[in-house]
């Protein structure tokens, strides 16, 4: 069966780093791209980052560029999402899924359950 699992959430203050996990299983990432996405309350859910397996092209939200880098690690069937300069706004449930195309808009298929991120002071 499909899982994916994130951890790596926490709470830290602004400026901060955090780097998420996304374990896989019951299926290999070199099968599908993945997708980083997030929910913040009150809000619509934003995809804001995805790796393709076939040649490892990204691509960021503007809301994240140049402060989130997203990899994956084949050996361990895992991706990642580094976040660093993290400010208040990126506080949200992040999700990690599958995804048909790493292109937005992106629409996840399979999902994970969710970490929590909090920034604050």
């Known amino acids: 069966q499909l899982q994916l699992v994130e951890s790596g959430g926490g709470l830290v203050q602004p400026g901060g780093s955090l780097r998420l996990s996304c374990v896989a299983s019951g299926f290999t990432l070199k099968h599908s791209p993945i997708g980083w996405f997030r929910q913040a309350p009150g809000k619509e859910r934003e995809g804001v980052s995805c790796?393709?397996?076939?040649?490892?092209?990204?691509y960021y939200a503007d809301s994240v560029k140049g402060r989130f880098t997203i990899s994956r690690d084949s050996a361990k069937n895992t991706a990642y999402l580094q976040m660093n300069s993290l400010k208040p706004e990126d506080t949200a449930v992040y999700y990690c899924a599958t995804v048909l195309f790493c292109a937005p808009p992106l629409r996840g298929h399979h999902w994970g359950q969710g970490t929590q991120v909090t920034v604050s002071s």
């Open positions: 790796i393709r397996q076939l040649d490892d092209y990204t």
